[in-house]
């Protein structure tokens, strides 16, 4: 009979294996590996929609700036459980960026605070992903 204690460190030491193999795995040829992230902005500001031309000096003074090499930005939707259990959904713009070398995690973190302050956002959602690049 195996102990449960040992199975689980076998378990673990199992998908530790399988999860490094992942992350480093090569690229093809002419490909990198980097990281892309997502940012989920919310589409209302300060409890009203947000306009197109806001959210277009937002991508260049915040985003752009930050990220020179450059971002698309696509339309979404959000829905999640907010007071008394009730449905809450509404416009969204997912932002997908190819992050430098570094990650540039301070120039993230930098943005969602920008977003949250401007827009009066309770959050901005992130997402980072190894990702194989060409450029």
């Known amino acids: 009979m195996i102990r449960r204690g040992a199975l689980l460190l076998a378990l673990a030491s199992g998908l530790a294996g399988c999860a490094s193999t992942v992350e480093q795995a090569a690229c093809p040829a002419g490909q990198e590996r980097l990281r892309t992230a997502q940012l989920f902005l919310g ?17 260049d003074q915040e985003i752009t700036t930050r990220f020179p090499d450059g971002v698309t930005v696509l339309d979404g939707g959000a829905q999640w459980r907010g007071p008394e259990n009730a449905l809450i959904r509404e416009a969204q713009k997912v932002v997908l960026i190819v992050l430098p070398a570094d990650g540039a995690p301070r120039r993230m973190d930098a943005v969602r605070a920008a977003y949250k302050t401007r827009f009066k956002q309770d959050s901005v959602v992130s997402v980072t992903q190894a990702a194989c690049v060409a450029h």
């Open 43 to 59: 589409g209302k500001a300060a409890g009203r929609p947000l306009q197109a031309a806001e959210l277009g000096r937002f991508v």
